[in-house]
């Protein structure tokens, strides 16, 4: 393994975490009480964290909402009509130089998406199961066995970007893939509020831009020359076909860079999270050891109770009201995940980590048009990996000789180390 390639991974992971981080601040604590003193707060509710947001600096000169409750927030994110997209060109998409879907509005959003939802289906997915398996198992997990400890942020760190690499159809290479993960991450850092730092994360950023580009765009042409006939994800997206239009090599190129950071960051923070609540509960884990058909339940539960993406923002596209409160056409609303998914008007114990709740609709994904295109990928990656590390570490649990992990950050949620022992 390239030394210099595994540390800047690691290295990248740990200053994006701490750029979200934020003021240490209770953000629960915060979005419970807004939600029943201030449920339409006028103002820019994420400012006090200290962390941005996809509207990047512009969103301190914008007028501001923030919404707590769980229907006024689902509301926002299912009209897409009313509050849109658009906007994150200007912020977290600037740092892209072609097509980005979570920038995209109306019809243009509507035919890309179209375009490639198949190759993300369940039907799909549920293809790339037992080599996301496989390569758990036999790439990560088995060679650690015998030390019988690890942090297993070490492992979350790798899986993501190793599977989604498999996954779309790259060569076989340990060295590249964990590049793509630092250069998917440096993307990600680019993303600041502080002037100061603005220049060199986005100068970093494009420097990623590049390197990424120049070798996706290498495979792709590739790809295409040899038919592209595989059930990777590049040559699906070769050969999707929307309303007899195609995607050219400059936009499957471009939509690949796009999905590689949020298939790995997210997925890397959800199974710290996971694991974290799993390991803290003996007797939970006692219960999910012995019923895997629990698995799908703890992660769907982690997913509502930790969110990775703790708020959504959006941009009003005309004159609204919410509860009362005119939203000025251009203003942005933040809708804060954090508390619609621990409304106790929807919720019962909303505050409580329960498996066994019956499963109602949160955030953690998103919702409405620009749901996550590849949550059904995150949580095939997230089953495989919770079973083959119950399966392969026996009577795994947390090492009693480190700190315990935290799971922390106003935005981008997840632990920085999850130091675990096994017989």
Avoid at 157 to 174: K, S
Avoid at 193 to 211: M, S, T, V, W
Avoid at 232 to 261: C, N, Q, W
Avoid at 357 to 370: A, D
């Amino acid at each position: 393994m390239n030394e210099s390639v595994e540390k800047k991974l690691e290295t990248v992971y740990s200053n994006v975490s701490d750029t979200y981080k934020g003021s240490g601040e209770d953000i629960y604590a915060l979005c419970r009480e807004f939600r029943h003193t201030k449920p339409v707060y006028e103002g820019n509710f994420i400012a006090r964290f200290g962390v941005p947001t996809n509207a990047g600096i512009k969103a301190a000169s914008r007028p501001t909402v923030a919404l707590f409750r769980y229907h006024d927030i689902m509301n926002v994110l299912r009209d897409a009509d009313n509050y849109t997209n658009g906007f994150i060109a200007e912020g977290l998409g600037a740092v892209f130089d072609g097509l980005i879907i979570l920038a995209m509005d109306g019809e243009m959003h509507k035919n890309v998406r179209a375009l490639l939802q198949p190759a993300f289906m369940p039907a799909t997915v549920n293809k790339w199961r037992p080599k996301i398996d496989r390569i758990m198992r036999e790439e990560f997990l088995q060679p650690m066995i015998a030390a019988r400890q690890a942090d297993l942020m070490q492992f979350a760190l790798d899986f993501p970007i190793r599977v989604i690499y498999g996954v779309m159809g790259f060569p076989e290479d340990p060295v590249m893939y964990r590049q793509y993960a630092a250069w998917g991450l440096a993307i990600l850092a680019a993303n600041q509020i502080d002037p100061a730092k603005l220049a060199d994360a986005r100068r970093e950023a494009g420097l990623a831009l590049k390197g990424l580009y120049d070798s996706i765009k290498t495979f792709v042409i590739e790809r295409r020359a040899q038919g592209a006939d595989g059930d990777d994800l590049v040559s699906r997206l070769i050969r999707a076909e929307y309303e007899g239009r195609k995607l050219d090599d400059h936009e499957v190129v471009t939509f690949v860079r796009s999905l590689l950071p949020a298939a790995t960051e997210t997925t890397t923070r959800s199974f710290s999270c996971v694991m974290t609540l799993l390991l803290s509960d003996e007797a939970l884990l006692a219960r999910v050891r012995a019923d895997r058909t629990l698995v799908p339940k703890l992660i769907d539960e982690t997913v509502r109770f930790e969110p990775v993406s703790t708020f959504k923002v959006r941009e009003a596209a005309r004159d609204t009201e919410i509860g009362g409160v005119k939203i000025p056409q251009g203003a942005f609303v933040q809708c804060l995940v954090a508390s619609a998914n621990r409304d106790e008007s929807v919720f019962e114990n909303a505050d409580t980590f329960d498996i066994d709740r019956r499963q109602k609709p949160s955030f953690g994904f998103g919702f409405g048009p620009h749901m996550c295109i590849g949550q059904f990928v995150a949580k095939i990656e997230l089953q495989c990996a919770l079973n083959a590390v119950l399966d392969l570490f026996p009577n795994v649990r947390l090492d009693p000789a480190k700190p315990k992990p935290k799971i922390e950050g106003a935005m981008l949620r997840g632990t920085k180390s999850l130091p675990v022992i096994w017989d």
